[in-house]
């Protein structure tokens, strides 16, 4: 049985901890609000603009054009979405496992080959894949440190230059789509090139529209924008996802470290009985001894 010294020791100690997850859920829960404000109003927005953009290039048959232009696929780039920090439980282990997975398995020969390339966005899929020795694009690691439209405005610019250019034959985006505090979807969508309207929703959705000053100029000005619109969607999810399992994580935390506190305390009381009683025979014993001599 551990002495008195070590029980109240651990006890300090946990109810140390349990102050901190407290306090990193009551900061996570600030940041969840301002997070789930923005992409619930983003979302709206992105989703009007995607579909725009698909009937405009369903409309138009842009099979050519150079973000809808298939390439036989020679080389890959993952963008990883993770976050800066840990303690939000399976959040980044489950972008990191997934984006894994592709590696080896979808683009096992690429990977192979040395033609897989992985863009992290955040610290922790940054330090992942650099420790494995992949092919990184490290330039945009640090996009959480005051996270903007601007700064995710550039990735975008890299990405489709990078695309237009032919260096990368397939962008793919890895993020967690937030649902709820407690639920984060795992996805992963194709950033570039463009997929085609499936026929079927093509024919619901399909629009006639007329063109001022032509279709073009319109297609040419609204590509570029709907492509950072879906990447800035993305980054937004993710960073909302964070924050919940941020939440959900240490009020779980908070929660184990009160059941331990009651059961550490249970044991101090056993403790301190058990000291008492044995001090209570000592004493008995010591005076029966008085008396016999």
Same mark, same amino acid.
């Given at each position: ?14 109810? @140390? ?21 923005? +992409? ?7 989703? /009007? ?16 054009? %150079? ?15 993770? @976050? ?15 984006a894994?997975? $592709?590696?080896?398995e979808?683009y ?15 610290k ?16 945009? %690691? ?21 695309? /237009?250019a032919?260096?990368?034959?397939? =962008?793919? =985006? ?10 984060? +979807? ?15 929703? @093509? ?14 100029? +319109? ?14 969607k ?55 001894? $008085?008396?016999?001599?």
């Open positions: 049985m551990p002495s008195l010294k070590e029980v109240k020791s651990r006890i300090t100690s946990v109810i @140390s901890t349990q102050q901190i997850t407290k306090a990193m859920k009551m900061v996570a829960a600030a940041k969840l609000r301002k997070s789930q404000e923005r +992409i619930t109003q983003m979302r709206p927005y992105a989703q /009007k603009l995607t579909g725009l953009f698909q009937n405009l290039s369903a409309a138009g048959q842009d099979e050519q054009a %150079w973000y809808s232009k298939q390439r036989s696929v020679e080389n890959v780039l993952l963008v990883v979405i993770s @976050s800066d920090r840990g303690l939000c439980g399976s959040f980044n282990s489950t972008i990191i496992k997934a894994s997975k $592709l590696a080896s979808k096992s020969d690429q990977n192979a080959k040395g033609k897989l390339t992985v863009l992290p966005l955040g922790k899929a940054f330090e992942y894949f650099s420790k494995r020795g992949y092919k990184m694009e490290n330039g945009f %690691w640090n996009i959480f440190q005051g996270l903007s439209y601007d700064g995710v405005a550039q990735v975008g610019e890299f990405l489709m230059d990078e695309f /237009k032919g260096r990368y034959d397939k =962008i793919e =985006i890895v993020y967690n789509e937030f649902k709820n505090v407690a639920t984060q +979807i795992l996805r992963t969508e194709q950033f570039l090139p463009v997929l085609p309207v499936a026929k079927e929703k @093509s024919s619901q959705t399909e629009v006639d529209y007329i063109y001022m000053p032509n279709q073009e100029e +319109i297609v040419t000005g609204l590509v570029p924008k709907a492509l950072k619109i879906q990447l800035y993305a980054v937004l999810d993710s960073n909302a996802a964070e924050n919940g399992a941020r939440m959900t994580a240490m009020d779980k935390a908070t929660e184990n470290a009160g059941e331990l506190l009651k059961d550490l305390k249970l044991t101090y009381n056993r403790t301190r009985q058990a000291a008492i009683t044995k001090e209570i025979l000592e004493i008995v014993a010591g005076a029966e001894a $008085l008396k016999s001599a």
